[in-house]
C-alpha cells in the first residue's frame, strides 16, 4: 500500500530525514518509535504534504501513486489521513459543518454526490459512538477550546467518518490520561480492516498495549536504525533508546553514516 | 458645496445648530493627510469634487426591489429614505405603538410629525447636542446641511417589539450627488429597542457621497441593538460619524458592518456618563479591489465601574486598505473600568495593507483595561489542517476566512440579520457580490 524509497526532507537548512525507506501493506499495523528530535513526527507530517517541510530526495509510492505528486487535498482524497499530534482549532466553524465539508470533498473525489444532510447526521450518530460521544460536540466549533484528550478524539472520530486506507497517527497518545487513551485506542481497533493499514507514530510503548502492531521501527538522527516485531517496543520501553542509537552507531555500515558526520 | 445647503428644514430652535456648523465648516474646511485624525485616508476625492444636491425620492423604486436588503420581515418599523429624501410609499409604518416614533426627521421638525410639543421637546433636547461640530468637518458640514433621517423615540418604560430599520438608498439618479443625513435615536429610562441602519444602492457602479450622522441617547438602564450596515457602491464615499451617549445601567450592543465604497469612513464615538454601563462593540470590514475602509472608535469612559468591549474584524483582498484606529479614555474618575479592544485584520492578498492603531490613554489606576491588533495572512498550518481533511485550497481560504469573520457576525443579537451578514459574507467570499 505504501513504499517509501531513500526518503529525505528538510525544515529550512535542516535535514531531518535522512533516507528512510519503509514498506506498509494492507492490514499491517506499523509503529514508528524514537526518542524527541528523532524525525518521527516529521515523517508523519511530510506523509501528509506539510508545508513546512521540504522533500530533497526519494519516494513515495501510496497504493501505485506517487504521493509527493500530490498536494494534501489530493492526498487525503486519495486515501491518506493524518491524525495530527497537535490538532489546529477553528473558531467559527462548527465540528459537523467541518466533516460534512471533508466527507463530501472525498465523495466528489470518487465521483460521488454530495450526501443527504439527514442522511449525514445517521452517519455521524453511528460514527460517535466509536469515540464514545454524544453529539453535543458536533456544534462546537472545530477543537476550539477542546481539551488535549478531547482534541485526540476528535481526530479519531474524523478518522472514523472519513475511513482513510490509510491511517497515521501522530503521538496521538500524546497528553492523553488514562481513559481518553483507552476510548481513542479502542476507537483506532474498531477502525482497523484487512484492506487498510495504520501507522502508529510514539515516543512511549504504552500506546502499543491497546494497538498492537506488526512492526516496529525505531527512528534515530532521520534514520529507520532498527525493525522488529512488537517486543521490540516492549524491548525499548525496559531499555529506553540509548543502546539502540549505540548499536547503531556501532554496526554503522559506511553507507549509513552521513558523510562527515 | 452651498447648492447642498438648500431644502433644509430648520426650526428656530435649530437655527443655531445649522450656524455653528456652517461656521466650523466655513473655518477648517475638509480635512487633509496631514491632520493626524486623517492621517491615511485622503478625502481629496470628495473634496475635489463639486457634487450636486441628492436627488431624492426619483420613480420607478419598488418595494421588491428593496427586498434583497430586508431580512425577510417587512413588518419591520422600516423607514425608506431614497436618495436622501424620505418616501413614505417605500416605507413600512404599521403598528407602531402609539407612543413611540419613527418618522422622517425632516417630518417631525417640520410639523412635530403629529405629535407636537412632545416630539418638538425630544428634537429640541437631543438633535445637534450629542455629536459636536468641532468633533470632524464632516460633522460641522452635516449640521449645516442635514435634509433628513430617522427620527426614532422609545419613551421610558417601553419596549419595542418590532426592530426599527431605517434603509438608505442610493439610485442611478444620484451619480455625482451628495446626500447628507442625520440619524437621532433617543431610548427613554428602561426602554429597548433594536435598530438597524443599512446605506444600500440600486446602481453598483454609482458615484455619490453621503456624509451621515447619528446622534444616539441611551438613557438609565435602556437597552439598544444598534446595527450599522454600510454596502454602498464600490464607487460610492462614504463619511459618517456615530455619536452615543449611555447613561447608568445602559446597556449598548453595536455591530458595524463596511463593505462598500471606495472610500468609507465611520467614526463611532460612545460616551459612558455614569457608573454600571455595558458598551459592546463589534465590525467587520470586508473589502477588495481599491476599496479604501477606515473605522475609528473612541469610547471615553468618564465614570467608574463600566465594561466596554470591542472586536473589530477585516478582511482585505486585492488592493485594498483599511484604517483601524481605536481610542479607549479612561478618566481618573472611572475606577473599576473594564475594557477590551481587539482589532484583527486578515489579508487574502500580498496587495492589501492594514494601518491599525489602539490607543488607550488611562488616567486612572485601578481598572483593567487590554488592547490587541493583528494583521497577517490565513495561518498555513489551519490551511494545511483543512487540505489534510481533503479540502481544496480555494475552499480551505473561504472555510476559514469565513469561520474569522463569523467570530463577529455571530455577535449580531438579531437572528434575522446574523444570517443575512452571514450570507452576504459567504456571497463575497465565493465571489458572487
Not at chain 2, 456618563?273 to 475602509?293: F, H, K
Amino acid at each position: 500500500m505504501l513504499e517509501i524509497r531513500d526518503l529525505r526532507a528538510s525544515a529550512g537548512d535542516k535535514e531531518i530525514l535522512k533516507g528512510i525507506s519503509l514498506t506498509v501493506n494492507a492490514g499491517e499495523v506499523h509503529a514508528i518509535m524514537g526518542p524527541n528530535g528523532s524525525g518521527k513526527s516529521t515523517l508523519a507530517q511530510v506523509l501528509a504534504g506539510h508545508p513546512a517541510y521540504e522533500v530533497t530526495g526519494g519516494q513515495i509510492l501510496f497504493e501505485g501513486q506517487d504521493l509527493l505528486e500530490l498536494e494534501p487535498e489530493a492526498r487525503a482524497q486519495a486515501g491518506l489521513f493524518l491524525a495530527f499530534q497537535y490538532p489546529v482549532e477553528i473558531p467559527g466553524v462548527s465540528n459537523a459543518y467541518f466533516l460534512r465539508a471533508a466527507y463530501n470533498e472525498l465523495r466528489k473525489a470518487r465521483g460521488e454526490e454530495e450526501i443527504d444532510p439527514m442522511d449525514f447526521m445517521d452517519l455521524l450518530e453511528e460514527k460517535l459512538q466509536v469515540v464514545e460521544w454524544g453529539p453535543d460536540i458536533m456544534s462546537r466549533a472545530v477543537n476550539s477550546g477542546f481539551s488535549g484528550g478531547e482534541k485526540k478524539r476528535n481526530e479519531i472520530l474524523q478518522m472514523a467518518v472519513l475511513e482513510p486506507k490509510l491511517a497515521i497517527l501522530d503521538e496521538t497518545d500524546s497528553g492523553l490520561d488514562i481513559d481518553a487513551l483507552r476510548i481513542v485506542a479502542a476507537g483506532v481497533n474498531k477502525l482497523k480492516r484487512p484492506d487498510h493499514a495504520t501507522i502508529v507514530v510514539t515516543h512511549y510503548q504504552r500506546l502499543l498495549n491497546y494497538i498492537v502492531p506488526d512492526v516496529v521501527h525505531v527512528l534515530a538522527n532521520g534514520r529507520i536504525v532498527k525493525s522488529g516485531g512488537k517486543e521490540l517496543a516492549l524491548e525499548l520501553e525496559a531499555r529506553g533508546y540509548d543502546w539502540i542509537e549505540e548499536d547503531a552507531a556501532a554496526a554503522g555500515a559506511p553507507a549509513q553514516v552521513e558523510a562527515g558526520a | 458645496m452651498t447648492d447642498v445647503l438648500t431644502e433644509v428644514v430648520t426650526p428656530a430652535w435649530l437655527e443655531p445648530v445649522r450656524r455653528a456648523g456652517a461656521e466650523r465648516f466655513e473655518q477648517v474646511g475638509f480635512p487633509t493627510t496631514r491632520d493626524e485624525e486623517w492621517r491615511f485616508t485622503p478625502v481629496a476625492p470628495i473634496a475635489q469634487t463639486a457634487w450636486q444636491p441628492a436627488p431624492g425620492v426619483v420613480e420607478g423604486v419598488t418595494r421588491a426591489q428593496l427586498e434583497a436588503f430586508e431580512f425577510g420581515h417587512p413588518e419591520w418599523h422600516t423607514l425608506v429614505f431614497v436618495n436622501g429624501a424620505f418616501s413614505e410609499a417605500l416605507s413600512s409604518m404599521d403598528a407602531i405603538p402609539e407612543t413611540v416614533r419613527v418618522a422622517s426627521l425632516a417630518e417631525a421638525l417640520r410639523d412635530g410629525s403629529g405629535n407636537g410639543p412632545a416630539d418638538v421637546a425630544v428634537l429640541e433636547a437631543h438633535l445637534g447636542r450629542h455629536a459636536p461640530v468641532e468633533a470632524s468637518p464632516f460633522v460641522a458640514l452635516n449640521a449645516a446641511a442635514f435634509r433628513d433621517g430617522g427620527f426614532v423615540h422609545v419613551p421610558a418604560g417601553v419596549e419595542l417589539e418590532r426592530p426599527v430599520h431605517l434603509v438608505f438608498v442610493t439610485t442611478a439618479e444620484a451619480e455625482g450627488t451628495a446626500a447628507q443625513l442625520r440619524n437621532l435615536i433617543v431610548l427613554g429610562r428602561g426602554a429597548r429597542a433594536a435598530v438597524v441602519e443599512s446605506y444600500v444602492s440600486l446602481a453598483p457602479e454609482g458615484r455619490s457621497f453621503t456624509n451621515v450622522v447619528t446622534e444616539v441617547v441611551a438613557d438609565r438602564a435602556s437597552w439598544l441593538e444598534h446595527t450599522r450596515l454600510q454596502r454602498e457602491a464600490e464607487r460610492a464615499y462614504h463619511v459618517g460619524f456615530t455619536h452615543a451617549d449611555q447613561q447608568r445601567d445602559s446597556h449598548y450592543r453595536h455591530f458595524s458592518m463596511q463593505m462598500g465604497g471606495a472610500l468609507a469612513r465611520h467614526n463611532h464615538h460612545v460616551r459612558l456618563n455614569d457608573e454600571a454601563i455595558e458598551t459592546l462593540m463589534y465590525g467587520l470590514y470586508l473589502t477588495r479591489g481599491e476599496q479604501l475602509v477606515d473605522n475609528h472608535t473612541a469610547i471615553f469612559h468618564d465614570q467608574p465601574n463600566c465594561n466596554s468591549w470591542e472586536v473589530y474584524k477585516g478582511i482585505l483582498d486585492d488592493r485594498s486598505r483599511a484604517v483601524f484606529n481605536g481610542k479607549v479614555f479612561v478618566q481618573p474618575a472611572a475606577q473599576k473600568t473594564d475594557a477590551k479592544q481587539t482589532n484583527r485584520n486578515v489579508l487574502l492578498s500580498p496587495g492589501a495593507s492594514v494601518d491599525t492603531k489602539p490607543q488607550l490613554e488611562i488616567f486612572a489606576d485601578d481598572v483593567k483595561c487590554t488592547h490587541g491588533a493583528t494583521v497577517g495572512f490565513l495561518d498555513p498550518v489551519a490551511l494545511f489542517y483543512a487540505k489534510s481533511r481533503g479540502i481544496p485550497a480555494a475552499e480551505a481560504q473561504r472555510l476559514l476566512t469565513y469561520a474569522f469573520a463569523a467570530e463577529v457576525v455571530d455577535e449580531v443579537a438579531l437572528e434575522p440579520v446574523r444570517a443575512q451578514l452571514n450570507r452576504l459574507v459567504l456571497a463575497r467570499l465565493n465571489g458572487e457580490a
